[in-house]
Each structure stands twice: as structure tokens, then as C-alpha cells.
């Protein structure tokens, strides 16, 4: 069980470094090189996701598959799916139950922060 935890808590510190990443580049995008901002957006998504299967394929999970290509895209499938499901939950927890917009994005990021962890950890990294 500690194992686990630990291997949560890392997950959780590879996450923080991908939202310091996800928001510089998309600001940098955006506001410096005054790109669309959906365009930005993706920019930043990308290179955090990208960061974050890096860190968590070598510090997380030390993983050794060598199939470096289909554990990306499955960790991207997760992630893509850990989106979705983040839109989902701060549409239900600002617009349904009516919760201000910041802490339901709280509440969304912990919940998807639990399937992304859970998914990967069985999924992508098994």
C-alpha cells in the first residue's frame, strides 16, 4: 500500500509540473507570440502531456516497455479521457449544482487526477 502511495504522490508531482508547463506555454503562445487561443491551448496541453509520460514512465512507474510509441498513445488516450471527464465534472459542479467555477475546478481536477492515476497505473504503465 505504501508503494502505491508513493507511486500517487509522484504522479501528483510529475501533474504539478505539467500545469507549470501546460500554462507557460500556452501564455507564451498566446500572449507572446499571439497565436489563437485554442491553438495555444493545444500547444501547451501537448507538451505537458508529453512531459508528464516522460517523467512518469521513468520516476512514477519505471516502466521498461520497450513499445515507447503505443505506451504514448495510450497515455495520451488517458489523458484525453481525464479531459473529457474534467469538462464533464466542472460542468456538473458549476453549472448543475451551481458550485463557483475555481473550486469545482478543484473538485474536477482531484476527481480526474484519481482516474488518471488509476488508468495509467493499470492501463498504460501495468
Do not use: Q
Not at 31 to 44: A, C, L, M, T, Y
Not at 90 to 103: D, T
Amino acid at each position: 500500500m505504501m508503494e502505491l502511495l508513493l507511486k500517487l504522490l509522484k504522479f501528483c508531482t510529475v501533474g504539478l509540473s505539467g500545469f507549470v508547463i501546460d500554462f507557460f506555454f500556452t501564455w507564451l503562445c498566446k500572449e507572446k507570440f499571439k497565436w489563437n487561443k485554442f491553438v495555444s491551448n493545444s500547444i501547451g496541453f501537448t507538451l505537458a502531456a508529453s512531459s508528464n509520460y516522460l517523467l512518469n514512465r521513468t520516476w512514477t512507474f519505471k516502466s521498461e516497455n520497450p513499445d515507447l510509441g503505443g505506451e504514448y498513445l495510450s497515455f495520451l488516450a488517458v489523458s484525453l479521457i481525464g479531459l473529457s471527464l474534467n469538462n464533464l465534472f466542472l460542468y456538473l459542479f458549476h453549472e448543475k449544482v451551481k458550485v463557483n467555477f475555481y473550486p469545482a475546478k478543484v473538485f474536477a481536477i482531484a476527481l480526474v487526477t484519481l482516474w488518471n492515476f488509476l488508468a495509467n497505473y493499470f492501463f498504460t504503465f501495468r
